[in-house]
Nanobody
């Protein structure tokens, strides 16, 4: 089983920033990204980045979050700025092989809590 180790979550006031990190073991994946899940809600896609650098974001985080990756370190990052209470969730790192628009061999991190509250 591939291991994804996440870090960087915490408690921050509205308008603050956090940077999440995720390091994968064993291989480089064609797509890496972040999902989040708030209590009582389904897990939702936040952002993805493919090996070539192309990124996509959920509309709710565009302009505030930036995803990046370091292929040499097999790591993916999520810089979160202008955080809102609605961003409060457990954030999960994931990696997969994307082929013909389908994600295969998906692996998940353990989750890191992000709480945005005054």
């Amino acid at each position: 089983q591939v291991q994804l180790v996440e870090s960087g979550g915490g408690l921050v006031q509205p308008g603050g920033s956090l940077r999440l990190s995720c390091a994968a073991s064993g291989r480089i994946f064609s797509i890496m990204g972040w999902y989040r899940q708030a209590p009582g809600k389904q897990r939702e896609l936040v952002a993805t980045i493919i090996s070539g650098g192309t990124t996509k974001y959920a509309d709710s985080v565009k302009g505030r979050f930036t995803i990046s990756r370091d292929n040499a370190k097999n790591a993916v990052y999520l810089q979160m700025n202008s955080l809102k209470p609605d961003d409060t969730a457990v954030y999960y790192c994931y990696c997969a092989e994307r082929q013909w628009g389908v994600d295969r061999n998906v692996n998940w991190g353990q989750g890191t809590q992000v709480t945005v509250s005054s």
